[in-house]
């Protein structure tokens, strides 16, 4: 999709901010979302494109708001409702009845999709080396990006869509296709490229000289260079 | 300060008003003021989730404790140290960073191949994620708030020699800037060059000059002080 979490070349955002001394979290709700998060990683709930799009899915304004744990927060909330994990109102009920220091908290439902069964569970990991694939593109050959602009959730960042590289480096490993995992569609395994861009061919004549943009990309983002 | 970003973190998200849910917005539902809306709704579902077994909140300390006290910058210092002084696992390295990290007893979640970018005299590399904040974890820990930043993933890809002199960070004309936007599942760690006057270092005090930037290649590795 083509959301604000597609940074690449915009502008306005101002210098980098750089903090001197910085902490591993900001506050300690930050690191206990990372590390709920990772927890649920491997629970089988969702896969790892799954949780991406979900953030991408958040409004433009909370996107910028919200900061990066903000998102993970949203995200994780959106999944477990969305799964009936846990819903959305259970979490509000629980925060109404501790502001109104309700002694007890009310009993949850049990209807609720946990624990998973074996079947149920979505398989983790970004590899598939079961599925032995075969690389259409080689080291050296010149490909163009794809100009895809599909709604749902994509790795294919929208400034080198409709460019052209050079492949660098072929991947050759069964890497699961992102845009299809994102919404269990199927794992599609495929190569990854890693394709070399002259900044001219990105940004014209606002390149800076002397400098190159190295993207890793799946096969289904590139077609053979016909110019 | 031309910071307009608010991806670092959380002291504006103290009022009830931020919120994003309405349905938490109604009466009663007021937090104490200087707690943020997120630590309150983070700690619920936090509650929730370990209630209902899907959680172990012990499980959730140990996580924390690793990424704020067992890895971190200090980890890629000593695969870069080693790689400066064993040329023969420095080639391993850069044929397979992870294989090669693993020999020093590196290794975690969220990275599956390793390709880690050597400078050189004539040749700058430098690692961004432009779509999300994507970082070698097990190799850097998790990354700082100005890489997970907005100007860093928009600027960087589009003007990196500016950004980079902006950090402080000059590079000759002549030095050719590689920017690494790893948006796959593959993660980048740069080899930076080894700094002269360093030439009867050990591995130990040749890992303590290495800081974090260099191994994302926004700075060079400093030479150490000369006493005087």
């Known amino acids: ?227 | 300060m031309t910071n307009h970003d608010t991806d670092n973190h959380d002291h504006d998200h103290d009022h009830a008003h931020h919120h994003r849910h309405a349905d938490s917005e109604r009466p009663g539902h007021s937090h104490a003021p200087t707690k943020p809306w997120q630590a309150t709704r983070a700690e619920a579902v936090e509650a929730l989730l370990h209630e209902l077994g899907v959680i172990d909140s012990a499980r959730v300390d140990e996580i924390v404790q690793h990424y704020e006290e067992k890895v971190g910058p200090k980890t890629g210092a000593r695969v870069v140290a080693r790689a400066w002084t064993d040329p023969a696992f420095k080639q391993r390295l850069l044929a397979d960073g992870l294989a090669a990290c693993a020999e020093l007893g590196i290794g975690g979640p969220e990275t599956e191949l390793l390709h880690v970018v050597e400078n050189t005299d004539n040749v700058h590399n430098v690692i961004v994620c432009t779509l999300c904040s994507c970082y070698p974890w097990p190799v850097l820990g998790l990354p700082p708030a100005w890489y997970k930043s907005s100007a860093y993933r928009s600027r960087l890809v589009r003007e990196p020699r500016t950004v980079l002199a902006e950090m402080g960070l000059s590079l000759a004309p002549q030095v050719e800037i590689r920017v690494w936007d790893s948006v796959s599942e593959i993660r980048y760690l740069v080899l930076p060059q080894r700094p002269a006057g360093t030439e009867n270092m050990s591995e130990d005090e040749l890992a303590a000059l290495v800081r974090r930037n260099a191994m994302i290649g926004v700075a060079k590795v400093a030479a150490p002080e000369v006493p005087s």
């Open chain 1, 1 to 227: 999709m083509n959301g604000i979490h597609d940074m690449g070349g915009l502008h306005g955002f101002g210098e980098v901010p750089v903090e001197t001394d910085e902490p591993v979290f900001h506050a300690r709700w930050e690191g206990r979302i990372f590390a709920m998060t990772q927890v649920l990683d491997t629970t089988g709930i969702y896969n790892l494109d799954e949780h991406r799009h979900e953030i991408e899915l958040m409004h433009p304004a909370d996107y910028l708001r919200d900061g990066y744990y903000g998102r993970w927060l949203f995200a994780m909330e959106r999944i477990l409702d969305r799964k009936l994990i846990l819903r959305r109102t259970e979490v509000d009920r629980r925060l109404d009845e501790q502001a109104a220091n309700i002694p007890k908290f009310s009993t949850l439902t049990p209807q609720r999709q946990w624990p998973l069964t074996a079947q149920q569970k979505i398989r983790w990991g970004a590899q598939r080396p079961e599925e032995p694939i075969t690389p259409s593109f080689a080291v050296g050959d010149r490909v163009r990006v794809r100009n895809l602009h599909h709604s749902g959730h994509t790795r294919l960042t929208a400034y080198v869509r409709g460019r052209a590289g050079v492949v660098s480096k072929v991947n050759a490993e069964s890497w699961i296709y992102p845009d299809t995992r994102a919404h269990n569609v199927g794992d599609n395994p495929q190569a990854v490229y890693n394709v070399t861009f002259d900044a001219q061919e990105l940004w014209g004549d606002a390149a800076e000289p002397g400098t190159k943009i190295n993207v890793d990309l799946s096969e289904a983002y590139l077609e053979h260079d016909e110019t």
